[in-house]
């Protein structure tokens, strides 16, 4: 049976963005990157800020699919470690990190009261993330929230704003994309993604958006503060 969400929207089932709509983790793959940049022979010598700039740039191009999240961490090291050694410590990044969620992961506001009353009222639910599966699905635990189904971008071969990342979560929710809504803090990625691919788009913005962002954001869009308001108001607690 479908379920009318805020300002109106009708549906019969919505997917999920993972990072920064469902929950955050303090930055971890980030954090760890430098880490263990500074723990290379000389690696502290180029100095945290700019080790940190580096990082960031080379995990923005894992997030983009430029490179693998392997090749990312590798990047970073190699200078010091040399390329057999960067690719060791790689794989050690990837068990440091998956390891290390529990003690980093939390909830986003109001995620858990949405997740429960979407349940409730026979929505089916699903996550489609970009990133790595290991830890996209091991963040998911860590939120208690490992009965919805996940597509993480690494698994299907397809990232967001991809309309084929869009059509895989559509064809595991077994609902029409129109009566599908995804929900994520991305514009390009997820809002103005899951628009073009013929979803119910609803953006959470925590902020108020920019000029720039208000402009190309399309009015079929529903924008948010938080997974709470994505609930009717009538409905909430």
């Given at each position: ?40 022979p000389g ?13 960031a740039a ?180």
């Amino acid at each position: 049976m479908p379920v009318r969400l805020a300002a109106g929207i009708e549906v019969d089932a919505v997917g999920f963005d993972l990072d920064h709509t469902l929950g955050f983790d303090d930055g971890l793959e980030l954090r760890l990157m430098v880490r263990y940049a500074l723990a290379t022979p000389g690696g502290a010598a180029e100095g945290e800020p700019s080790l940190t700039s580096r990082a960031a740039a080379l995990l923005a191009e894992a997030r983009a699919g430029r490179r693998t999240i392997d090749e990312a961490v590798i990047a970073l090291l190699e200078a010091h470690l040399g390329p057999e050694q960067a690719r060791l410590a790689a794989v050690r990044w990837r068990d440091d990190a998956v390891a290390a969620v529990p003690s980093v992961m939390r909830a986003a506001p109001g995620m858990q009261g949405c997740v429960e009353w979407l349940e409730r009222h026979g929505i089916s639910l699903a996550v489609l993330t970009n990133g790595w599966s290991p830890l996209q699905q091991t963040k998911l635990r860590a939120l208690g929230l490992e009965r919805l189904p996940i597509l993480v971008s690494d698994e299907i071969g397809a990232r967001k704003p991809a309309a084929s990342a869009f059509a895989s979560l559509v064809d595991l929710l077994g609902a029409r994309a129109e009566r599908t809504a995804y929900v994520g803090d991305d514009l390009s990625g997820d809002a103005l993604g899951a628009h073009a691919a013929s979803l119910a788009a609803v953006w959470i913005s925590r902020s108020d958006p920019s000029p720039e962002e208000v402009a190309a954001l399309p009015c079929e869009v529903l924008t948010i503060r938080s997974l709470d308001a994505l609930v009717p108001e009538e409905m909430r607690p």
